[in-house]
């Protein structure tokens, strides 16, 4: 997986800079005075979906062999944030600096009557990679949910992690952007308030000595509980 993963990244980049080129000549920067400050909550669950990364993280333990080769995942994990947040930051700039008010829901279509069907057809080879990749990284961290935490035969964590989105898909869930919104904010704010609550006990009764550590205060960490719970709310009732 870690070889496909690498090969389906360089084929992302590969075609975000080649839609960026053709894009270029055709950027407007009067399309941003579109924008609503009563909207800007709006895509909070598709911004955190995109940073949907924890299940990976594991993954990318298990090929440093040694403790002090883990000591740097840390900053592998802040700078692999980085570089996502501006990656999906620098699409979403030049999509609404070509397409505008003609921005369509899946970004793409907008686009052909500024940059023609070709470039849009590298897009739509761009969203396929980005959805591949995230399905064989979020579906293999299924399997193995599945499998080592309860214990479930092989074949049917397989099964379960390839046909749970096709099920999904033709009980009507359909809507691109509905689903990786409420999606984003509810596992957001799950994963988070899990993490946050096992973070407090680890410091607490925690006797392993860890790689690296962190110091948060408790209120700074109750309050991200609080706004992750909020938003997930706030993103259900939105829809």
Same mark, same amino acid.
């Given at each position: 997986?870690?070889?496909?993963?690498? @090969?389906?990244?360089?084929?992302?980049?590969?075609?975000?800079?080649?839609?960026?080129? &053709?894009?270029? /000549?055709?950027?407007?920067?009067?399309? !941003?005075? +579109? !924008?609503?400050?009563?909207?800007? &909550?709006?895509?909070?669950?598709?911004?955190?979906?995109?940073?949907?990364?924890?299940?990976?993280? /594991?993954?990318?333990?298990?090929?440093?062999?040694?403790?002090?080769?883990?000591?740097?995942? *840390?900053?592998?994990?802040?700078?692999?944030?980085?570089?996502?947040?501006?990656?999906?930051?620098?699409?979403?700039?030049?999509?609404?600096?070509?397409?505008?008010?003609?921005?369509?829901? *899946?970004?793409?279509?907008?686009?052909?009557?500024?940059?023609?069907?070709?470039?849009?057809? +590298?897009?739509?080879?761009?969203?396929?990679?980005?959805?591949?990749?995230?399905?064989?990284?979020?579906?293999?961290?299924?399997?193995?949910?599945?499998?080592? *935490?309860?214990?479930?035969?092989?074949? #049917?964590?397989?099964?379960?992690?390839?046909?749970? /989105?096709?099920? +999904? &898909?033709?009980?009507?869930?359909?809507?691109?952007?509905?689903?990786?919104?409420?999606?984003?904010? @509810?596992?957001?704010? @799950?994963?988070?308030?899990?993490?946050?609550? #096992?973070?407090?006990?680890?410091?607490?009764?925690? *006797?392993?000595? /860890?790689?690296?550590?962190?110091? #948060?205060?408790?209120? #700074?960490?109750?309050?991200?509980?609080?706004?992750?719970?909020?938003?997930?709310?706030?993103?259900?009732?939105?829809?």
């Amino acid at each position: 997986i870690a070889k496909t993963e690498l @090969l389906m990244d360089i084929i992302l980049f590969a075609v975000v800079g080649v839609i960026f080129v &053709f894009a270029l /000549p055709h950027f407007q920067l009067q399309n !941003f005075m +579109l !924008f609503d400050s009563l909207h800007v &909550f709006l895509p909070y669950g598709v911004v955190l979906f995109s940073f949907l990364g924890l299940s990976a993280i /594991p993954e990318i333990a298990e090929l440093f062999k040694h403790t002090s080769e883990k000591r740097s995942l *840390d900053n592998l994990i802040v700078w692999s944030s980085v570089i996502c947040g501006g990656l999906f930051f620098a699409f979403t700039l030049f999509v609404v600096g070509v397409s505008g008010a003609a921005t369509s829901q *899946d970004a793409l279509s907008g686009l052909i009557p500024f940059l023609g069907e070709k470039v849009v057809l +590298l897009g739509a080879v761009f969203g396929l990679v980005a959805i591949a990749g995230s399905f064989l990284v979020l579906g293999n961290y299924l399997k193995n949910s599945l499998r080592y *935490d309860y214990k479930v035969p092989y074949g #049917i964590s397989v099964a379960v992690a390839i046909f749970s /989105p096709i099920l +999904l &898909f033709l009980l009507g869930l359909r809507e691109f952007i509905f689903v990786i919104g409420v999606v984003g904010a @509810l596992v957001a704010g @799950l994963e988070g308030s899990v993490i946050a609550l #096992i973070y407090r006990t680890i410091k607490e009764k925690g *006797d392993r000595e /860890p790689e690296y550590s962190l110091r #948060i205060p408790q209120p #700074i960490l109750f309050g991200v509980v609080a706004l992750l719970v909020v938003g997930a709310f706030l993103e259900l009732s939105m829809r």
